[in-house]
C-alpha cells in the first residue's frame, strides 16, 4: 500500500501514542483518560490495516472505552468515541442489517455523549451524522465500494466510466466516513498532546 508522508507521519504519530498508553496503562489501570486516548489511537491505526484486522482493532478500541466508562461511566469523550468506534465497525460491515445494528449502538452513545456535554458541537453533529450514516452505508456498499473495501472489485479491463464512478464513491466514503475518523483523530491528538504537557509549575 503506497502512502503519503501525511499518512505516514500520522501512522507514526498514533503507533507511538498507543505504544505510550499501554505503558502508562502498566503504571495506573484506573486512568480513564489513558484508556480512551489509547482507543482513540487504535481506531486511528485500524484505518492502515486490511479489513479483518481493522474490525480486531476497532473490537480492541471498543473494549477500551468500555472500561475506561466503568471507571468513569460519564466521561463524555469516551462515550463520544465509542459511538466513532461502532460507526467504523458498521462501515466495514457489508450487510445493512448487521451494520445497522452498529449503527444503532453508536447513536445511543453519542446521545448519551450529547447528554454529558450539551453545548458540544461535535458531538451533536456526530449524532446528527449518524442519522444518515445506514443510508450512505447502502449506497456505498450497493455502488460496489464495499467490494474495494472487502478486497473484491472488477476486473482490469474496466471500463474509464467504472473507474470514474468508482472515484466519486469513494470520495463520497471519505467525505462522509472520513469525517468521523477525521475529528476522532483531532481529539485523540488534542488528549496526546495534552497528557504530554510538562505540569505547570507549583504557584
Same mark, same amino acid.
Given at each position: &500500500?503506497d502512502?503519503s508522508?501525511?499518512d505516514l507521519?500520522?501512522? &507514526? ?5 498507543r505504544?505510550?498508553s +499501554?505503558?502508562a496503562?502498566?503504571a495506573?489501570p484506573l486512568?480513564a483518560?489513558?484508556?480512551?486516548r489509547?482507543a482513540?489511537?487504535?481506531l486511528?491505526l485500524?484505518q492502515? !490495516? ?5 474490525k &480486531?482493532?476497532?473490537?480492541d478500541?471498543i473494549s477500551?472505552?468500555e ?5 468513569n461511566p460519564?466521561?463524555h469523550?469516551?462515550?463520544w ?10 462501515f466495514l460491515?457489508?450487510?445493512l442489517?448487521v451494520? /445497522?445494528g ?8 453519542? !446521545?448519551?455523549a450529547? +447528554?454529558?456535554?450539551?453545548?458540544n ?7 446528527e451524522?449518524?442519522s /444518515?450514516?445506514?443510508?450512505?452505508h447502502?449506497?456505498i456498499? /450497493? !455502488?460496489g465500494f464495499?467490494?474495494t473495501l472487502?478486497?473484491g472489485?472488477?476486473s482490469?479491463t474496466?471500463?474509464? &466510466? ?5 472515484k ?10 472520513g469525517w468521523?475518523?477525521?475529528v476522532?483523530?483531532i481529539?485523540?491528538w488534542?488528549?496526546?498532546a ?6 505547570s509549575?507549583?504557584?
Open positions: &500500500m502512502m508522508q501525511n507521519d500520522r501512522l &507514526m504519530f498514533f503507533d507511538h501514542a505504544k505510550t +499501554e505503558v496503562y502498566e495506573n486512568d483518560d489513558n484508556l480512551t489509547w482513540g489511537a487504535l486511528e485500524s492502515f !490495516q486490511s479489513i479483518s484486522e481493522s &480486531m482493532m476497532i473490537k478500541a477500551k472505552l472500561e475506561a466508562l466503568g471507571i460519564r466521561k469523550d469516551a462515550l468515541c465509542l459511538g466513532n468506534a461502532y460507526t467504523s465497525h458498521a460491515t457489508p450487510e442489517d451494520a /445497522k452498529y449503527f444503532d449502538k453508536a447513536s445511543v452513545y453519542f !446521545q448519551e450529547v +447528554e454529558e456535554d450539551p453545548a458541537e461535535l458531538y451533536q453533529k456526530s449524532l451524522m449518524n /444518515k450514516a445506514p443510508e450512505l447502502m449506497e456498499h /450497493k !455502488q464495499g467490494q472487502t478486497g472489485g472488477g482490469s474496466s471500463s474509464n &466510466m467504472k473507474g470514474a464512478k468508482k466519486k464513491n469513494t470520495d463520497l466514503y471519505y467525505d462522509i466516513g468521523f475518523v477525521l476522532l483523530g481529539a485523540v488534542i488528549g496526546f495534552k497528557s504530554q504537557a510538562p505540569p509549575p507549583p504557584r
